[in-house]
């Protein structure tokens, strides 16, 4: 069985004092670790003081990106080697908010991934489609082309391991969520591709989030779906009582 894995994009909100605000609120809440994953994924600034805050918690801290060298003349980047020295355990990779705004591609998220592993942080794997391509009924070929494409070159332990957000675009900071069941039939489609592009195993062992205005009161209707296993959380992440609704949720 997957064990759910709910994890908060705090993206660009908060400062240092409401950050570890939060994690106070927090931490001593969150269900064990025996029921859900909980992540916390904050901006770099953030994370070496989260990490500390959370230690002996059952929450983990997340990048929201990084290089993919581990060290070099890439001024204003973070390396992945220098998020693992402060325990950092989870990164985001390929947000549609990086790929749009930050030319990320498909390439620079392969070799991410790749350096993630490398580098023992676990990927965040994001995809999803656009509103036009949604409605042009290419879902399924788009995303699993980035599926492929952000996988090569892994093992098929490193697959069993990683997650993936099925994040339609369409969907992220607009309210409008996907059905749960639309949802579900993506998810599915990604298991089949890892599952051609890999092994059965793999396929049924990799946890797939759902993300695009996920609240505490849609979450369940998402997490009922057999094929989906968490949630990546933007808006509704950033608030404690919120945050931990979410968790109670997906137990
Ligand atoms: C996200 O940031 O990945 C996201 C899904 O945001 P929201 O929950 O606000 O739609």
Redesign the pocket.
Known sequence: MRKPIIAG?W?MHKTMEEAVDFAEKVKGLVPSNAQVDTVICAPFLFLDRLVKEVSGYNVKIGAQTMHYEEKGAYTGEVSPAALKGIAVSYV?IG???RREFYNETDESVNKKVLSAFRNGLLPIV?VGESLEQWENGETNEHVGSQVKKALQGLTKEQVKDLII?Y?PIW?????K?STAEDANKVCEHIRQVIENSFSKEAADSVRIQY?????PENIRTFLSQPNIDG???????LDPDSFLKLLEASI
Do not use: F, M, P
């Open positions: 994009n993206k985001i947000h549609s908010e994001c957000a994040e969907a992220i900071g607009t309210g969520s993300g695009g205005s996920v609240k949630a990546l959380v933007g808006g509704a992440s």
